[in-house]
């Protein structure tokens, strides 16, 4: 009894392993070695620095060969006792969208087919409040900024409570000890939860594969941040982790003509964002939510 | 040897106590200058002074003042003297790389909002080595007419196709 018993399960399993492997060698002989690599790269938080090593290489040399320049991909952390929080003062947005294109260009944004933006700039009528549903972000005038609207730029929100994270089936997103919610593009698996629970549009989808012109590149990227995307990848602001990081301003506050755009360390006591919280009348968008976002919006009076 | 050592410790600790106490030094981007206009004094140090408001003809007829006009004429900011030099109210003479302590005197809360990076504009490295870049009023604001000139905005995202 016992003997016919244990060579039931010795069948089993013999058989089931031999179906596995009959499933498995097909599905890797049909990609090559590149892809089945890429399939088996373990998540980024869970790479042993050796592991790191070896991506790093791996993607550098992809991107001279799709790009024709030398990359260097940063996999800096978290700098300790750091928090980043943004400002943005609406009674001085223009609206001249000069922070959309810093963005595309400093973040190798895919240009067109397609064309993806991590900043929106709303269009509200003065006076009705923060009123999102009648916003309008395809205005195009001659000149901004115009008489009886105000603009009103969103892009990710770096919440405390983020939504997107909480719904990631895979846990491709997370947020970083200094407050910047990433992506490990290589383990996002596309379903677009994230895009779904965002209640701020932070998120976009990279529905084809990116077109970025190969002399518009910018070479300096971070793992989690910058580097070129692929299809199927969501992807989203990061502060520009490849700046703050190393103590530099995001594209967005260089380039912004009217210096409304402010960032810094909320553990820094004297830090611009801790003189806006302390001293200027802030609030944050769909504050009821409970998303805790880190993007602080204030006026003069 | 005890001298010395009490020496070297009060050395040590007067140097630590500066260092802490001593403000950071803070570069702003030199003034935004018409090429070829500094200094001023090559023109003015040998010309009259004339206080009179008139439509200026021959020389700076870019400039229409537009920055509370009934009430200013050059030589309230300018130094009669020292043309190379800005005056403040109580006679202080002061670089054009300090014109903010100018506009400072009418201008208080934004001022005090500037000295924080909150009012204007900073960019390069906040922390680090790097290179801070700090702009001064003047960089934005044309002194002689403040107002900003309205832009033309970038083009709108693509709209998604209908089909």
Not at chain 1, 14 to 21: D, E, I, K, V
Not at chain 1, 71 to 89: C, H, K, M, N, R
Not at chain 2, 6 to 25: C, H, I, K, Y
Request: glycine content about 6%; proline content about 7%; aromatic content about 12%.
């Amino acid at each position: 009894m016992q003997n016919k018993r244990y060579t039931r399960r010795e069948f089993l399993r013999n058989a089931s392993l031999t179906a596995l492997g009959g499933l498995t060698i097909p599905l890797f002989s049909s990609c090559t070695k590149e892809e089945a690599e890429d399939f088996l790269q373990r998540h980024f938080r869970e790479m042993t620095p050796e592991e790191k090593r070896q991506v790093i290489a791996k993607l550098e040399q992809r991107y001279l060969q799709k790009y024709g320049r030398k990359f260097q991909i940063s996999t800096q952390e978290a700098v300790p006792d750091t928090f980043w929080a943004y400002g943005l003062e609406l009674s001085r947005c223009i609206g001249c969208r000069r922070c959309v294109y810093a963005c595309v260009k400093e973040n190798n944004h895919s240009r067109h087919d397609p064309q993806l933006h991590w900043i929106r700039v709303l269009r509200l009528k003065r006076g009705n409040l923060i009123n999102l549903e009648n916003s309008e972000h395809y205005y195009d005038p001659d000149l901004v900024p115009e008489k009886g609207f105000i603009y009103l730029p969103v892009q990710c929100q770096q919440c405390q409570e983020p939504p997107c994270v909480k719904v990631c089936p895979v846990h491709a997103t997370w947020q970083e000890p200094d407050g910047i919610v990433v992506v490990d593009y290589n383990w996002c698996i596309g379903c677009r939860y994230c895009i779904a629970a965002c209640p701020y549009k932070g998120r976009v989808f990279n529905w084809a594969e990116p077109n970025i012109p190969k002399e518009e590149i910018n070479p300096s990227v971070h793992y989690l941040g910058n580097r070129p995307r692929m299809k199927c990848a969501v992807e989203k602001c990061t502060f520009c982790i490849q700046r703050v990081r190393q103590g530099r301003y995001p594209a967005c506050v260089e380039v912004c003509p009217t210096g409304t755009r402010k960032f810094g360390n909320l553990l820094d006591p004297n830090s611009e964002m801790r003189y806006i919280i302390d001293r200027k009348r802030v609030f944050r968008l769909k504050e009821d939510l409970g998303t805790e976002p880190k993007f602080y919006y204030f006026f003069e009076a | 040897m005890r001298a010395f050592c009490a020496a070297v410790t009060s050395l040590f600790l007067l140097f630590f106590f500066a260092s802490s106490v001593m403000p950071v030094v803070e570069e702003y981007t030199p003034p935004p200058m018409t090429e070829g206009m500094f200094p001023c004094s090559n023109c003015h140090a040998t010309m009259e002074v004339n206080r009179k408001k008139r439509v200026l003809k021959e020389e700076h007829t870019d400039i229409k003042l537009h920055h509370a006009e009934t009430m200013r004429w050059c030589l309230d900011c300018h130094d009669a003297k020292n043309r190379d030099k800005l005056r403040l109210y109580n006679g202080d003479l002061i670089d054009f790389t300090e014109s903010y302590r100018l506009c400072g005197e009418c201008h208080g809360p934004q001022y005090k909002d500037w000295k924080a990076g909150i009012h204007g504009k900073r960019a390069g490295y906040f922390s680090g080595q790097g290179k801070r870049v700090y702009y001064l009023c003047a960089h934005c604001h044309d002194p002689h007419g403040p107002r900003f000139k309205p832009l033309k905005p970038e083009p709108p995202p693509i709209k998604p196709k209908d089909s």
